[in-house]
């Protein structure tokens, strides 16, 4: 039997049942901005960041979490002697920042929240220092203000070993008309992937299953010559600052996806019907190989959890698309494919080159 994502414990069916409910719930809510003066964009529900109305600007809110990568590192400093929480810090602020810009956000400021299970985590220092370093050097990469945190203990919640890593971040929608929640996506439009660095912060929990089950766990090599650990944990880039300098050379994106959780299904996240026809795939990380050989997945359980190497998508006109590869590989290095186009028809993701097809109800967020 396969060891899918949901036999290693997470159940998409069961999140998105809840995020319906809460955002069904959360609707109601709205009114409360017009008391002061401020108007709720109820079309953001079901994005990845709520935005709001002041006067002619635009704000948005987003909260996220890191997951459990940070259990990989903890299983792998023992291997290496090193902390990898500069690394993990850069991840999850890569989470929380890469789902707010994809309404067409700057983001300005992000909060940290670090829970742990017993206040001694602290007492580590290396590993302390490692996460509040590498939590300022994302800010840095992000182009955002760290403006502060909360850092409580939570016995008998969290494991006294373990810290939970999650934050916040405001962001502006400047000017108006960046403003992208899939209203301008149209027929023709070109889904542009930009990479990832690996396996980002999502199908961890059957990444951590996998090294249960090898016999040298996250010490086993791959093809690469890295360890299987020093794979997952690399760290996930962010976006922020190359979407804003695409907005800057006035590329007119229509829509923007962070690929996360629910892997290439994501495509579809807007609420319109069209069809998302991808024809050219990023080349496959040897640690998804490796995942995928050791899982025993097929290519649809893969491709409908993992990034499989495209952390982002940028959906653009055609006539843009080598302006914005170009900002993208000279400026920040990032490799990126002009993979598939927006089409009339159902709300469908197919995958020609993999023969998967990603039917509307797979994708149950809204």
Request: glycine share 10%; aromatic share 8%.
């Amino acid at each position: 039997m396969p060891l899918t994502y949901a036999s290693s414990g997470v159940q998409y069916h069961s999140l998105d049942r809840l995020k319906r409910l809460a955002q069904v719930a959360a609707a109601k809510t709205g009114a409360q901005l017009t008391t002061a003066g401020m108007e709720e964009v109820g079309t953001s529900r079901g994005e990845s960041a709520y935005v709001w109305k002041t006067g002619a600007t635009y704000s948005s809110l987003v909260i996220e979490g890191l997951g459990t990568k940070n259990l990989v590192a903890d299983q792998v400093r023992p291997l290496t002697g090193k902390t990898y929480y500069d690394q993990i810090a850069q991840d999850t602020v890569a989470m929380i920042v890469n789902d707010l810009i994809v309404v067409g956000a700057k983001p300005l400021v992000i909060n940290a929240y670090f829970a742990v299970g017993s206040s001694q985590w602290f007492d580590d220092a290396e590993r302390t220092d490692d996460l509040v370093n590498g939590w300022e050097y994302a800010c840095e990469l992000a182009g955002i203000t760290w403006g502060g945190g909360e850092t409580p203990t939570l016995k008998q919640v969290i494991e006294p070993t373990a810290i939970d890593l999650a934050g916040s971040c405001v962001g502006i929608i400047d000017p108006a008309d960046r403003l992208t929640l899939g209203d301008k996506l149209q027929t023709g439009d070109v889904i542009l992937l930009i990479e990832s660095s690996g396996i980002h912060a999502n199908g961890i929990t059957l990444a951590r299953a996998i090294a249960d089950t090898v016999p040298q766990g996250y010490g086993t090599k791959l093809d690469t010559g890295q360890t299987y650990g020093e794979s997952l944990l690399r760290p996930t880039h962010i976006y922020a600052r190359l979407v804003q300098e695409l907005f800057e050379a006035e590329i007119d994106i229509h829509y923007m996806v962070n690929i996360t959780g629910h892997g290439w299904r994501k495509l579809m996240r807007a609420p319109q019907a069209f069809t998302y026809r991808l024809i050219e795939l990023p080349p496959v990380d040897p640690l998804f190989d490796f995942i995928q050989t050791q899982s025993g997945n097929d290519d649809a359980e893969m491709y409908g959890n993992f990034n499989m190497g495209a952390g982002f998508a940028i959906y653009l006109p055609a006539g843009q698309v080598e302006q914005a590869r170009r900002i993208a590989e000279m400026n920040y290095h990032l490799r990126s494919w002009p993979a598939g186009t927006v089409e009339t028809g159902p709300k469908q993701v197919i995958i020609e080159p993999k023969a998967v097809t990603f039917g509307g109800e797979t994708l149950a967020v809204r």
